[in-house]
DNA sequence: CCCGGCCTGGTACCTGGGTACGACGCGCTA
DNA sequence: TAGCGCGTCGTACCCAGGTACCAGGCCGGG
């Protein structure tokens, strides 16, 4: 059996040799190319045409969703795989409109990465189980009320990047935040700017609407 | 009987003049002060101490909220009347909690306009109905299922605002928007400010919070 | 004991968004 | 015919917000 050529995209170098190592583990993986933003994502997808592409949602530059609008557009046969951090946002959804195959969060297990790009490269789509349960939720025709340990969806924020979380979804400006938390401005900034970071939004607009459709907030 | 002093504040004239005509036929009422602004008004009211203040959530400067905070806190005998176009919005509410005493629609009839003024004038309190109805759907423990002709809430804004409107909700920016309804960006920003203006919004991320809030998006 | 996560803060920079104008064409109505 | 509301577009300005980067203090675990 042939290996399954995998592009890693994402800007954080770290993560990119982290994931590789997990991949080059298993020998029918071979990594064939990383990219730390967009641009060189399409670049590269279209020079080492990847069988699959495991592609970050947030970057510098052209994001991960446009990337792989670009790419599945001009090259259908690399399938894509939208890594996050979180486990819904707009921008993975945005990502499955896009044509991507998979989804998967960035702390998955190795055995789940491995088994979504086995199933991704024979064709078959794969999602996070986790996101189907929360498409589910969301889309379906009636959710659950939401527990109230539901805040805790959100693992990947600390407890201080929560509280700003749902301060932001009030629609809390930024010196109204520092206010509230007793916070200067830059550290409310600091705060703001990883929130958006790990959960893969682009301003706080985003926030707002996640919050809801969360049903984190507005009763 | 002594008549009742009122001011008005209000950064448009127009409004100010047309307020002034009708308040002025009644003959137990009497304009004393007019002010454009939050800081204006703050001062007016300190001098000439009116009974019942009119007061615009949405000015220049120092806006209708922040005015009615310091002066219920300087002088707690003038009642202060919350004017706004739309019905529902987080300033106007954060009038009530800053110490405002009624809340009327801009485009009340004059007789609940009157009503109003001599209500707060007597030590009532006095909130337009729709208002009082909206809070209740809103805070109270069940929200009927919005109708679907709901967006028409949004009867201060045209058609066109109506679309921009929600699509803002959907967290779209400027250029999205622009790309969404063939518009210049230019044209965006003419509307997204109106729309802002009008619902007595300060931002594009209280827009969307009051689309959730009012279900109009995101079931 | 040191290391790493978390919270805090700061500086510098740049862009998006909001504001304040003014302008033009269209269609409707007084 | 003269308005007026509406939608469109432009220019110019300013600031809030987001990004990038660095750094100190605190605490708990290895």
Chains 1, 2 share one sequence.
Do not use: C
């Not at 052209?62 to 996050?84: H, K, M, N, V, Y």
């Not at 969806?153 to 400006?173: H, K, M, P, Q």
């Amino acid at each position: 059996m042939t290996q399954t050529r995998i592009m890693l995209v994402d800007d954080q170098a770290l993560l990119r040799t982290g994931f590789r190592m997990v991949l080059e583990a298993e020998d029918d993986f071979t990594v064939v190319a990383e990219a730390g933003g967009g641009a060189e994502a399409i670049a590269l997808a279209a020079s080492v045409r990847p069988d699959v592409i495991l592609m970050d949602v947030r970057m510098p530059g052209i994001d991960g969703i446009e990337a792989t609008r670009q790419i599945t557009a001009a090259r259908p046969e690399s399938r894509i795989i939208i890594l996050t951090t979180f486990d819904l946002d707009e921008y993975a959804f945005g990502g499955l409109r896009a044509g991507a195959r998979g989804f998967l969060l960035k702390d998955a297990q190795p055995n789940e990465l491995t088994a979504a790009i086995r199933a991704v490269a024979s064709g078959d789509a794969s999602v996070s189980s986790r996101v189907t349960r929360r498409m589910l939720e969301l889309f379906g025709s009636k959710l659950p009320a939401a527990d109230d340990d539901d805040a805790s969806r959100l693992g990947a924020l600390t407890e201080r990047e929560r509280e700003v979380f749902l301060a932001i979804a009030e629609g809390l400006s930024n010196p109204e935040l520092a206010e509230r938390f007793f916070l200067s401005e830059s550290t409310v900034k600091t705060h703001v700017g990883r929130i958006l970071a790990k959960l893969g939004l682009r301003d706080r607009v985003h926030v707002v609407i996640l919050a809801y459709r969360l049903g984190l907030v507005g009763r």
